[in-house]
């Protein structure tokens, strides 16, 4: 038996002992998952277990090292822990965006310090993290954003609104884009992190059209943040930025992991059967797209490891990923008939199919748009001209 | 396994792109061919080069003197003759042919592989009986005669059939038409007494038969693999033939995308480059990702192929439909995004509009394949 092969067996075997019954049905949203943090509450005691399992064996961030909370897992290993994970219908013992989007740009710009803390704290699900990126006037042109940090000598004083703050409400800490110099555009912003609880920090919730409120508005009046909670160098806040953006991108897309994207023919057909053949062939055609994406996914994973994805290329993926998520939600509505229509009905669970199918609708814009990373794509791969 | 090539395939892949671009560029090979009204449709002199590069023993056993490599190293052939739609009998012969005679017994191997390996034999495929590919029936029959068969019926879309030395052909021996049992495949030479070929010129300038078989007799030994347990073997034969005409698509896909990118980069109006609309540029955009994940799905479907996965079936077919209808969107949109030229002659992207039109219909289209894709799933 090869090392790997062992090395699977061995996931195998801990995942089939330590993973709770529970934690092996599909997560039904994004409330259903174990988000971690101060004030979180777990749904039962399985989500509990399972957290502190894997954290007990660095398998909520198994590629990061030792030293950091994570397990040290090769890139092999670890998509041998993914495909076992698969195997088994294992949920994600954490869902976090300190995991997606923070922890890599730390891996990447935080100091020696600042890695040991934070991304400990990231691993073992203490902290919930926010991202405050965009601002009412800067949506896709978000270099052009307003929120100001004054220099006070050891500490910067804040001042500005961000919106679109995902469970900013919920959240412990926020890293946030904060211009620090009113004169230079891209090299005048930097890279902040900060406690929700810090004096002068509100949010309010935005109501969406699915009813829910995922998103908050932030505002920050006079809030003091130390001069050592920067990543990376002041005024170059952009390049963490866009680094962070490219996992944020690559996690929206759905890229490894997620199950949201998996093939819905079988599924439909089971819960209540498809009533005719041009739905069954547009379902049949998403299957087909859906497989193939998955399999984008995966080589994009593989290929990224070796250095040998086309930089850009997540802007891509988020894009197809995206648009093939809401062309599902579709599908999933038009099976489900007038019953995917209940909007507060126990049969759906308080209409989970239609504020499902809504939520998805803001897939193609946060993050970027599709039509952002479009530009993207022709600018930074097919080199257009005066793209 | 990771989904890219390993050091050996990319060397491979180096190798073979430089070759096919040296040798079978379209204004050496098909251009040449078609304009000579070519009846073989394809080069000899370029296939026996094929076989010196040792291409055409790829998917051949070692013990049969071939490399015995599998169907990501074919992919990496098929691709790049795709790319300059370099008319070949690789896939037919190299391909399907040597995937069926891997089922053979060691007489027929004899009679066939060599020739394959030296460049000098090209098998054809006889499946298909109507004008879309239906494999689930099939009703030409195959009767015991003596020490052999007498065959009966009819083929269509024979790719090289009149040029072929034999013809893979999937008869029924027992059963009605469309039985799952009671087929067995034949290795029939050409030009057994009986049968009859009406070679047609297709829209990729390609050379296709009709052929019939009018109480054609052929030897016992010319049955590959069980009579009347054939189905293991044709589905087998389909999946090579299929994935490789995915692999095939994806160069074709990719080399009208890059000559439509270059044009987009040269082509001026109202004063500046036409590559520089947003309009344009939102379209190459959305294609570029949509022929990255046909890529993606085609090397996936390869490696599981080769690995001898239970989801190979299943993921042939994805990849088939999902580079099918890739590279139908990359030629609508070249010949598109090329405006008026794309309709001449002189241009190339209107060849690449017309082989994807040929290699989608070929062992199954794309509403085949999703329709088996959910067949597959349980739907």
Same mark, same amino acid.
């Given at each position: 038996?090869?090392?790997?092969?062992?090395?699977?067996?061995?996931?195998?075997?801990?995942?089939?002992?330590?993973?709770?019954?529970?934690?092996?049905?599909?997560?039904?949203?994004?409330?259903?998952?174990?988000?971690?943090?101060?004030?979180?509450?777990?749904?039962?005691?399985?989500?509990?277990?399972?957290?502190?399992?894997?954290?007990?064996?660095?398998?909520?961030?198994?590629?990061?090292?030792?030293?950091?909370?994570?397990?040290?897992?090769?890139?092999?290993?670890?998509?041998?822990?993914?495909?076992?994970?698969?195997?088994?219908?294992?949920?994600?013992?954490?869902?976090?965006?300190?995991?997606?989007?923070?922890?890599?740009?730390?891996?990447?710009?935080?100091?020696?310090?600042?890695?040991?803390?934070?991304?400990?704290?990231?691993?073992?699900?203490?902290?919930?993290?926010?991202?405050?990126?965009?601002?009412?006037?800067?949506?896709?042109?978000?270099?052009?954003?307003?929120?100001?940090?004054?220099?006070?000598?050891?500490?910067?004083?804040?001042?500005?609104?961000?919106?679109?703050?995902?469970?900013?409400?919920?959240?412990?800490?926020?890293?946030?884009?904060?211009?620090?110099?009113?004169?230079?555009?891209?090299?005048?912003?930097?890279?902040?992190?900060?406690?929700?609880?810090?004096?002068?920090?509100?949010?309010?919730?935005?109501?969406?059209?699915?009813?829910?409120?995922?998103?908050?508005?932030?505002?920050?009046?006079?809030?003091?943040?130390?001069?050592?909670?920067?990543?990376?160098?002041?005024?170059?806040?952009?390049?963490?930025?866009?680094?962070?953006?490219?996992?944020?991108?690559?996690?929206?897309?759905?890229?490894?992991?997620?199950?949201?994207?998996?093939?819905?023919?079988?599924?439909?057909?089971?819960?209540?059967?498809?009533?005719?053949?041009?739905?069954?062939?547009?379902?049949?055609?998403?299957?087909?797209?859906?497989?193939?994406?998955?399999?984008?996914?995966?080589?994009?994973?593989?290929?990224?490891?070796?250095?040998?994805?086309?930089?850009?290329?997540?802007?891509?993926?988020?894009?197809?990923?995206?648009?093939?998520?809401?062309?599902?939600?579709?599908?999933?509505?038009?099976?489900?008939?007038?019953?995917?229509?209940?909007?507060?009905?126990?049969?759906?669970?308080?209409?989970?199919?239609?504020?499902?199918?809504?939520?998805?609708?803001?897939?193609?814009?946060?993050?970027?748009?599709?039509?952002?990373?479009?530009?993207?794509?022709?600018?930074?791969?097919?080199?257009?001209?005066?793209? | 396994?990771?989904?890219?090539?390993?050091?050996?395939?990319?060397?491979?892949?180096?190798?073979?792109?430089?070759?096919?671009?040296?040798?079978?560029?379209?204004?050496?090979?098909?251009?040449?061919?078609?304009?000579?009204?070519?009846?073989?449709?394809?080069?000899?002199?370029?296939?026996?080069?094929?076989?010196?590069?040792?291409?055409?023993?790829?998917?051949?056993?070692?013990?049969?003197?071939?490399?015995?490599?599998?169907?990501?190293?074919?992919?990496?052939?098929?691709?790049?003759?795709?790319?300059?739609?370099?008319?070949?009998?690789?896939?037919?012969?190299?391909?399907?042919?040597?995937?069926?005679?891997?089922?053979?017994?060691?007489?027929?191997?004899?009679?066939?592989?060599?020739?394959?390996?030296?460049?000098?034999?090209?098998?054809?495929?006889?499946?298909?009986?109507?004008?879309?590919?239906?494999? &689930?029936?099939? @009703? !030409?029959?195959?009767?015991? %005669?003596?020490?052999?068969?007498? /065959?009966?019926? $009819?083929?269509?879309? +024979?790719?090289?059939?009149?040029?072929?030395?034999?013809?893979?052909?999937?008869?029924?021996?027992?059963?009605?038409?469309?039985?799952?049992?009671?087929?067995?495949?034949?290795?029939?030479?050409?030009?057994?007494?009986?049968?009859?070929?009406?070679?047609?010129?297709?829209?990729?300038?390609?050379?296709?038969?009709?052929?019939?078989?009018?109480?054609?007799?052929?030897?016992?030994?010319?049955?590959?693999?069980?009579?009347?347990?054939?189905?293991?073997?044709?589905?087998?034969?389909?999946?090579?033939?299929?994935?490789?005409?995915?692999?095939?698509?994806?160069?074709?896909?990719?080399?009208?995308?890059?000559?439509?990118?270059?044009?987009?980069?040269?082509?001026?109006?109202?004063?500046?480059?036409?590559? &520089?609309?947003? @309009? !344009?540029?939102?379209?190459? %955009?959305?294609?570029?990702?949509? /022929?990255?994940? $046909?890529?993606?799905? +085609?090397?996936?479907?390869?490696?599981?192929?080769?690995?001898?996965?239970?989801?190979?079936?299943?993921?042939?077919?994805?990849?088939?439909?999902?580079?099918?209808?890739?590279?139908?969107?990359?030629?609508?949109?070249?010949?598109?995004?090329?405006?008026?030229?794309?309709?001449?002659?002189?241009?190339?992207?209107?060849?690449?509009?017309?082989?994807?039109?040929?290699?989608?219909?070929?062992?199954?289209?794309?509403?085949?394949?999703?329709?088996?894709?959910?067949?597959?799933?349980?739907?």
């Amino acid at each position: 038996m090869s090392d790997l092969e062992a090395f699977r067996a061995e996931i195998r075997a801990w995942i089939e002992a330590n993973c709770p019954p529970e934690m092996r049905a599909p997560v039904q949203d994004e409330d259903d998952a174990c988000w971690g943090g101060r004030n979180f509450v777990f749904k039962n005691e399985a989500q509990k277990t399972w957290l502190e399992r894997c954290v007990a064996m660095g398998y909520t961030v198994p590629d990061w090292p030792k030293a950091y909370g994570g397990a040290g897992m090769t890139a092999p290993q670890a998509k041998i822990w993914r495909e076992e994970m698969a195997r088994a219908g294992a949920r994600l013992p954490l869902s976090s965006f300190g995991i997606w989007m923070l922890g890599p740009a730390l891996l990447k710009f935080g100091t020696e310090e600042q890695k040991v803390h934070y991304l400990g704290q990231i691993a073992r699900g203490e902290i919930r993290w926010c991202q405050g990126y965009s601002e009412p006037g800067s949506g896709s042109d978000l270099v052009s954003l307003q929120t100001f940090g004054e220099d006070m000598g050891d500490h910067w004083v804040v001042n500005g609104q961000k919106i679109w703050t995902s469970y900013a409400n919920k959240a412990d800490w926020i890293f946030c884009l904060v211009r620090t110099d009113k004169a230079n555009k891209y090299q005048g912003i930097s890279f902040l992190l900060f406690d929700m609880t810090t004096p002068g920090v509100t949010t309010r919730p935005i109501k969406l059209i699915s009813g829910n409120s995922p998103f908050c508005e932030t505002f920050f009046d006079n809030v003091v943040v130390p001069k050592h909670q920067i990543v990376g160098e002041l005024n170059r806040g952009w390049d963490v930025a866009k680094y962070l953006l490219g996992h944020e991108r690559e996690m929206i897309s759905g890229a490894g992991g997620s199950d949201r994207l998996n093939a819905i023919g079988a599924v439909i057909n089971r819960n209540g059967g498809i009533d005719n053949a041009v739905l069954r062939a547009e379902l049949a055609q998403f299957d087909i797209d859906a497989l193939a994406f998955a399999a984008m996914g995966e080589k994009f994973l593989d290929e990224a490891k070796v250095g040998k994805a086309h930089p850009a290329q997540p802007n891509m993926m988020k894009y197809a990923g995206t648009e093939l998520n809401k062309r599902r939600h579709e599908l999933l509505m038009a099976a489900g008939g007038s019953t995917a229509l209940e909007w507060d009905s126990p049969a759906t669970r308080g209409g989970a199919p239609s504020r499902n199918w809504l939520r998805t609708k803001a897939n193609s814009i946060e993050g970027g748009t599709s039509e952002v990373m479009l530009n993207v794509v022709a600018k930074r791969i097919l080199d257009l001209p005066g793209a | 396994m990771p989904l890219y090539h390993t050091e050996d395939q990319a060397m491979l892949a180096e190798t073979v792109t430089g070759f096919i671009a040296d040798n079978g560029a379209i204004r050496g090979q098909l251009r040449t061919l078609r304009d000579a009204g070519d009846a073989a449709g394809y080069d000899p002199a370029l296939w026996k080069q094929f076989a010196e590069m040792g291409l055409t023993g790829i998917l051949v056993a070692e013990a049969d003197g071939g490399l015995g490599l599998g169907h990501v190293e074919a992919g990496i052939v098929l691709r790049e003759i795709g790319r300059n739609l370099t008319p070949s009998p690789f896939l037919s012969t190299a391909v399907a042919g040597a995937s069926a005679l891997a089922a053979a017994s060691d007489d027929l191997k004899g009679r066939y592989l060599p020739g394959i390996l030296a460049g000098e034999t090209v098998l054809a495929l006889a499946i298909d009986e109507a004008p879309k590919h239906r494999p &689930e029936k099939i @009703a !030409l029959r195959a009767e015991r %005669a003596g020490n052999g068969f007498r /065959l009966t019926g $009819a083929k269509s879309f +024979v790719v090289h059939g009149a040029s072929a030395d034999a013809l893979i052909v999937a008869a029924r021996t027992s059963g009605s038409d469309s039985d799952q049992d009671g087929i067995t495949l034949f290795a029939v030479p050409r030009d057994a007494a009986g049968i009859g070929h009406n070679a047609v010129r297709l829209v990729d300038s390609a050379m296709a038969s009709h052929v019939r078989f009018d109480g054609v007799e052929v030897d016992g030994g010319t049955v590959i693999g069980e009579v009347d347990g054939g189905r293991a073997v044709l589905d087998r034969v389909l999946a090579a033939g299929r994935v490789g005409a995915a692999a095939e698509l994806t160069g074709v896909g990719g080399g009208a995308f890059a000559i439509t990118t270059a044009y987009l980069k040269t082509r001026k109006q109202f004063g500046r480059l036409i590559g &520089e609309f947003q @309009a !344009l540029q939102h379209r190459a %955009a959305h294609l570029y990702g949509e /022929l990255e994940i $046909a890529d993606a799905v +085609v090397i996936k479907a390869q490696q599981l192929l080769d690995g001898g996965s239970a989801q190979a079936d299943m993921m042939v077919s994805v990849a088939k439909a999902k580079a099918s209808r890739t590279t139908n969107l990359a030629v609508r949109e070249g010949v598109q995004m090329h405006g008026g030229v794309g309709m001449t002659d002189e241009y190339d992207i209107g060849l690449y509009m017309k082989r994807d039109r040929a290699l989608a219909e070929f062992l199954g289209d794309a509403t085949y394949h999703a329709d088996r894709v959910a067949t597959l799933s349980g739907y």
